[in-house]
């Protein structure tokens, strides 16, 4: 299947601008075999005829047996219609079923324009699959691949992919649906030609991608069987709305306006107040107590000084030059308030006000965007908290400070869930680079942040909650890019069916399909966390954890209980339990009592004193052929949990200095002590969790799961 | 499909025991008929033929086309001998396949005794669904309900109910399968006759169970139709071993010897030791400072007084009564003890030892398990912490004493989640009326447990961790009855295949098939726990929430990004988002700004105050349209957290003063101050839960899975 030649893409947009100019939303079939043709997808041999002789002729040249279909521009579902007859075997068959069709289809709608009948060599049983593209509002053409029948359509057991495809995501996409075994064969069924089946998704996926006219492409079914793959049937539609023409940046002019945004020099403050309770008020005092340490000008039609700093009736008025223009003023003044700040030379606003189009007022938001492009100012929000940058020691937000610096860079579309992510950083003293509110996302996006927090050394791991995007492709593109080098953890809320409502009447978002989402975010590397805590204790804890450089995960634990726990997290996290080297084994063996249990888990038993743990963790970290440790503590007076903390990070630490560096988490069972315990050990670094035997192991799994997707695990 | 007659059961007597005389594990075709014709099972007309004039004169009497089979009782997989021919349309066609079976057959295995032809109508085409019964080592005799092909082969998408089953159990199984829609007719084709496939369901699991001898009836494929259903292919498989014959108690025998293990008047402690560290004083001191009210016996060979307490050499020696006698001696000496024990009149024993099964010493636990049975003594053990009754003051364990008495009863399989059960409960101050150890389960178990909890005024709730279950039949009886009027959570271990393995090395326990497992239980009303955190999160909260009257669920939020999240859990919860009626939705929007969404989330936006929170779910507890409320609260200044919990509480207890109980719960979106208004609202029984809005979702839905299975909802 090649690239097709010039003649071929002019003859494909000859055909796709005359059916435009038809007003037709589908090609005909003869339309579609040209499309396919050029670009190399199979379709069965066959010719229209226009007389039942002339078909009979045919056939006997391609062979019985045969399909017959009505051919008709006014005729879309065929079958319905009773204008397709299969397994035709002969000419006294095929000469019957001429007739029939032609009177079914006549009686079907007697005004449709009947242009002959369609005789096609019969395709040989196989497997029914389903290869097709659409067009989603966020993310463009997307290429599907499923099984045919009830797979699809009522276990809705589909994957997609951005179009176009090359070959190892064709093929990553042939084992990305739940009955992928089927293509390898089962009852008795040879396996089919997945090489011919990713090819035609390449195929179908460029052809897609590369005529904007084109809306949809439907395949169904292919048939593939142990020789190759044919399309059944083929149906192209056109798109009926043309593509959203997204404003895109230039990554280093993303990077210029970012940089200025969080390392500003100087900040103003548009509605700066000294009045108490007041937004610009609030806004002030947090810049000042964070100790950010360039200018602050105050901006106020009146003042002339709000706490301790003088203030200027406008921006055009500061003497120096600003790099941010934090706003506090009600919504109808952003418009003429941002043009003066473009005109001054302000990099990035900071739009704290609300009522625009969350309250329904989408002028006025189009108004703020168009003022935003036309005088070259990027601005976050509206209708946001406003942003830290801890590095910079900028808080430029009207909610509560937070000083706890660290690696953790998040940003949340929602100001109720900002404020979530501020009290579980406080309360866990999680480190924290950036915590960057998006609301309506008019201008500054993801992908913005992204490539900012990319290049920023003090960010070692992105957290995000979003409920829409808007330039998906963007997103996907940036997010790809970092997640080789960091983390990218993505709480995309909207996911169900009642979610997606509540997200379009929150903020008039268009929520996309789930599996969409789903499969565009895994492929991308993304890290989905399933909810808002899981999301927050990920972020807490991936950058804690060094990358494992191997699949073999081995259960250390004092309670077999906890160990049969341990282990069903492990399968649920996509984890593989290390199946333990005989010598391994023996080594194990030597630390436990005989009744313990090796293998894995390695079974200590719960009455083992501080050293079975200590010699045990440390044969865990230091023989090579183990990748990671989840650990399993139960309290005992003999080895109580303090204690167990204590020697845990002792014997890490001894490793880290030794250079080696394994991800490490702990369960911990037991009385309330534990909960100092585990403190202890995040203080040093190992994630440790009370209460649970889920998280610590959902931790790990989700640091496998990034490494896996950026390329640094072998295997799987 | 009615019930067989007595000629038919003796019949089918006769068959088994014939096979089992030869020494065969599978019926021959037409033995299988005979018991399929027996219990009504429909399968096709067919007659065994020994000449090929025979089977063409067969064929024309039931009509063409039919399929042509060898009978042999020494090929077993027919189709791969060559020996089953279909879709014979002739007498011709039958005459040739006549001939090519017999050679087949002959070439397949020279030495087959062939009995002749199987001439059969061939079935219309239909949907294949598979039907079959299978002998569980834990449940017994189960039956299986699935589709036909890759649904159940690669999807296991199948379903399992204890065999027999009645009809609505039989429908219930019909539309357990995830790919249940296919059943009501898709792409085209018509809805199969589900009143037959559930009568078949009903008649075969029947067969299964009327005849213990049967290990296995496989109908695979049975075609359904619009018109009815048919088996294709029957096979009948005679069970390899016997069946474990558990030891059953009266339910009155259990609620006797529980009564006396739970409200002992005294207790004797088997072991009991005056030096600090050692179990038997442990369990001593526990008893004691527990504030026991009976009298505690110390026995131990050489102490005269042990705690205060005058001790015993042995507990023959007791002058008294014993109830309950706590064991804190070796293993070795158990059984003689236990003996004593018996002779003395003890109904329980705690037997705290290990060194038995769980060490490899089956013989030991073997011993003990006669002895308990001959001497009439039922125990609980071995290898145990113990056990905690509240109502009692019974603190019979040398773990650390709790004494927050409430309405949840709780049991664990492992010492390691007994402790994180202690640790959990006084973090959160979990009231509780009992924790017990089961560990070995060599006798008491749960449903013992479950019999006794029953009946307790002081449990409300019962959550159990297991990783197996010795007589599966015995607890999902027990924990049908108990579910129905108090829930029951259960978290099983081993659910996964590694996890399964890991149980199996801990204590030799056979873990169940998770598939099979997690459909018993759902069967039995049980709400599975699906980790560790949250059995103990679900225990804590039930009793808190009223049970639902319907299944009306409104979310009312500050956070419009928590209203999404919020959704979006409660379709992962199975709750029903209240469709808004034009009133209602009105009344909302009476107290909310006019950008505010009503519908369902109602999204009352960030800035309101107090009062906005106050009437809104106000409104929602009065309605009597609405049965339950989730709430998101969104950190402000205008509305601070503890205002919040304190306007929430206040609302809630002034509708229970005039009568309204309904569940509600809140999500707490903001600063470390929401952890104190949590702890408020839990306080004053509402869960509440800080920077999640997963949890009080998952435990709302907990609540309402446990109330549809007891038959308290309508509707769904």
Redesign the interface.
């Known amino acids: 299947m090649g690239e097709p030649g010039a003649a071929d893409r002019s003859a494909i947009e000859a055909i796709l601008a005359a059916a435009g100019a038809d007003g037709r939303r589908a090609l005909t079939a003869d339309e579609a075999r040209v499309l396919c043709l050029a670009y190399g997808i199979p379709v069965p041999a066959e010719s229209v005829v226009t007389s039942v002789d002339a078909a009979v002729a045919y056939a006997e040249q391609i062979g019985y047996p045969v399909v017959a279909k009505i051919v008709s521009p006014d005729i879309l579902h065929k079958t319905e219609a009773g204008g397709v007859r299969v397994g035709l075997a002969s000419a006294d068959e095929l000469r019957a079923a001429h007739g029939q069709i032609m009177a079914a289809a006549a009686a079907h709608d007697p005004t449709a324009r009947l242009h002959g009948l369609l005789v096609q060599r019969m395709l040989p049983a196989g497997l029914e699959v389903i290869v097709g593209t659409t067009t989603d509002p966020t993310f463009g053409t997307l290429v599907a691949f499923g099984?045919g029948?009830?797979?699809v359509?009522?276990?809705r057991?589909v994957t997609f992919r951005l179009a176009p495809v090359d070959l190892p995501t064709a093929r990553a996409m042939l084992s990305s649906i739940?009955?992928a075994?089927?293509l390898e064969g089962?009852?008795g069924q040879p396996a089919v030609d997945t090489a011919a089946l990713a090819a035609l998704l390449v195929a179908v996926s460029r052809l897609a991608a590369d005529f904007p006219a084109i809306g949809e492409v439907d395949l169904n079914p292919v048939i593939a069987t142990a020789d190759g793959v044919c399309a059944a049937d083929v149906r192209i539609l056109l798109r009926g709305e043309p593509a959203t023409a997204w404003v895109r940046h230039q990554p280093e002019a993303i990077r210029l306006s970012m940089r200025r945004l969080f390392r500003p020099r100087s900040v103003a403050v548009i509605g700066a107040s000294a009045e108490d309770?007041k937004i610009g008020n609030s806004v002030m005092r947090n810049l000042i107590a964070g100790g950010f340490a360039g200018t602050i000008y105050p901006i106020n039609p009146t003042a002339t000084e709000i706490c301790g700093r003088p203030a200027y009736p406008t921006i055009a008025a500061v003497p120096g030059p600003v790099d941010v223009a934090v706003f506090a003023i009600p919504a109808r003044l952003v418009p003429t308030v941002l043009e003066e700040v473009g005109r001054k030379g302000v990099a990035a606003a900071v739009l704290i006000p609300?009522g625009f189009a969350?309250?329904?007022n989408t002028e006025l938001q189009a108004e703020v965007q168009r003022v935003g492009r036309e005088f070259g100012v990027r601005f976050l929000g509206p209708n946001i908290y406003g942003l830290y940058y801890l590095p910079s020691h900028l808080c430029a937000t009207f909610?509560?400070p937070y000083d706890v610096a660290g690696p953790v860079a998040l940003s949340?579309?929602?100001?109720?869930?900002g404020?979530?992510i501020?009290?579980?950083a406080?309360?866990t003293g999680m480190g924290v680079s950036a915590i960057v509110g998006l609301g309506n996302k008019a201008d500054i996006d993801e992908d913005d942040l992204l490539t900012f927090f990319e290049e920023d050394e003090a960010t070692s791991c992105i957290a995000m909650?979003m409920?829409d995007l808007k330039d998906g492709r963007a997103f996907l593109e940036a997010a790809q890019r970092v997640s080789r080098v960091k983390p990218v953890v993505v709480?995309k809320?909207?996911?169900?069916?009642?979610?997606a409502?509540?997200?379009g009447?929150?903020?008039g978002a268009l929520a996309g399909d789930d599996r969409v989402y789903d499969d565009l975010l895994r492929a991308a590397g993304v890290v989905r966390a399933?909810?808002?805590?899981?999301m927050?204790e990920t972020a807490r804890c991936l950058p804690m954890m060094p990358t494992p450089t191997g699949e073999n995960v081995v259960?250390i634990?004092?309670?077999?209980?906890?160990?049969?726990?341990l282990?069903?997290?492990?399968?649920?996290a996509g984890l593989s339990?290390m199946v333990m080297p005989a010598d391994l084994d023996a080594a194990f063996r030597a630390f436990i009592?005989?009744?313990g249990?090796a293998?894995n888990?390695v079974?200590i038993t719960?009455?083992e004193p501080p050293s079975t743990y200590r010699k045990t963790i440390a044969l865990g970290l230091d023989d090579p052929r183990i990748h990671a440790l989840v650990l399993?503590y139960?309290?005992t007076?003999i080895t109580p949990p303090m204690v167990f903390a204590e020697l845990l990070v002792d014997v890490v630490e001894e490793a880290r200095r030794r250079g080696i560096h394994k991800p490490v988490v702990a369960s911990l069972?037991?009385?309330?002590?534990?909960?100092q315990a585990a403190a202890h050990c995040f203080a040093h670094g190992i994630p440790a969790y009370?209460?649970?035997?889920?998280?610590p192991v959902a931790i790990l799994g989700a640091k496998y799961r990034w490494a896996r997707g950026a390329g640094l695990l072998q295997g799987l």
Chains 1, 2 share one sequence.
Do not use: K, N
């Open positions: 099984l029948g009830v797979l359509e009522v276990l057991d739940a009955a075994r089927v089962v009852r309770g609300s969350e309250t329904g909610c509560t949340s579309q929602s100001g109720g869930i404020m979530a501020l009290g579980f406080r309360s909650h409920e709480l809320a909207g996911r169900t069916g009642a979610g409502r509540a997200a009447s929150h903020t399933p909810g808002l805590r899981e927050l259960i634990t004092g309670a077999g209980g906890s160990g049969v726990l282990s069903d997290a492990c399968v649920d339990l009592p005989p009744f249990a293998g888990p079974d719960g009455g399993g139960w309290h007076i069972a037991g009385d309330v002590e534990v909960e009370p209460y649970t035997t889920e998280t």
